[in-house]
C-alpha cells in the first residue's frame, strides 16, 4: 500500500509530533513544518490528503496558512488541533473567518476539529 501524503502544520512539542506520527505512519508519508507558510507553495505542486494544523502557531501565520489553503483548495481536509487544555482558538477576526464551523463564512469545507488523542 502506497503511503498518502499528510503535513504537519506548527506542531512544535515534540510530544504531541511524536504520538501523531506513531498513530499515521503506517498510513501515510508525513511531512512536518514549523511555519505554514512554508508548505502553501508545496500544496500548490503536490496533493495532501491530510493537513494536520496546530492553532498555537503564531497568528499571522496561522491566518496566511488558513488563506492559503483556502486558495488553493477549499475542500482540503484539516484537522484543527484543539488544546486539550480546553484553550479557545485566537480571538483574530480572519481566524474565526476560516475556522468558525458554525458560520456561513467558513471557507475551508474539509474541516475537522480534534484533540491530539482523537487522531
Not at 17 to 38: A, M, P
Not at 59 to 77: R, W
Request: aromatic residues 6%; hydrophobic residues 40%; contains cysteine.
Amino acid at each position: 500500500m502506497n503511503a498518502r501524503p499528510l503535513v504537519l502544520i506548527g506542531i512544535e512539542d515534540l510530544l504531541e509530533r511524536t504520538i501523531i506520527k506513531d498513530k499515521l505512519q503506517k498510513h501515510y508519508y508525513i511531512r512536518s513544518v514549523t511555519r505554514g507558510i512554508d508548505i502553501i507553495s508545496s500544496l500548490a505542486q503536490e496533493e495532501f490528503d491530510l493537513v494536520i494544523l496546530d492553532t498555537k502557531i503564531h497568528t499571522p501565520d496561522l491566518c496566511a496558512t488558513l488563506y492559503g489553503l483556502s486558495k488553493l483548495n477549499p475542500n482540503q481536509k484539516v484537522i484543527v488541533l484543539k488544546d486539550t487544555e480546553g484553550a479557545s482558538l485566537p480571538k483574530c477576526d480572519c481566524v474565526k473567518h476560516w475556522l468558525d464551523k458554525d458560520t456561513k463564512n467558513a471557507i475551508l469545507e474539509g474541516l475537522v476539529y480534534a484533540t491530539i488523542n482523537d487522531i
